[in-house]
């Protein structure tokens, strides 16, 4: 199962049952290397989902003082494409390698 990395919206129980149908499970991770800015989100679908009109988003910094908390979910092939469809065009997922170790996707500026 692919890990998915939300540092925002996506840890919200509302956005996860429109978005995926189901509660997550996931655990606390920490992405090193990465500063947190806040985006203005337009599409009318994600303001719905998320009800606030500023979403975070996370930027390579490559300072080893820079680190973004957030909670690394498990999920399937399926709900990492609706989590693609969910995220606005600013955004774009890589694959990255989180403090604890583990590797998995993160939506970051694009």
């Known amino acids: 199962m692919p890990l998915l990395f ?3 919206t996506l840890q ?3 956005v996860q049952l429109e978005t995926f149908g189901r509660i997550l ?3 606390r991770d920490v992405l090193p290397g990465y500063e947190i ?3 203005e ?3 009318p679908e994600v303001l719905r989902k998320s009800e606030e009109r500023y979403h975070p988003i996370i ?3 490559g300072k080893a003082d820079d680190e973004v908390g957030g909670v690394l979910f498990e999920i399937t ?3 990492l494409a609706e989590a693609d469809v969910y995220e ?3 955004y774009k997922r890589i694959a990255v390698t989180f403090k604890s170790g583990k590797s998995g996707f993160v939506y970051v500026l694009k």
């Open 12 to 14: 919200k129980e509302q």
């Open 88 to 90: 606005v065009d600013d």
């Open 41 to 43: 989100i337009t599409d």
């Open 25 to 27: 499970k996931g655990e």
């Open 37 to 39: 800015k806040m985006l």
């Open 6 to 8: 939300s540092y925002g």
């Open 59 to 61: 930027n390579f910094s």
């Open 77 to 79: 092939d399926q709900e």
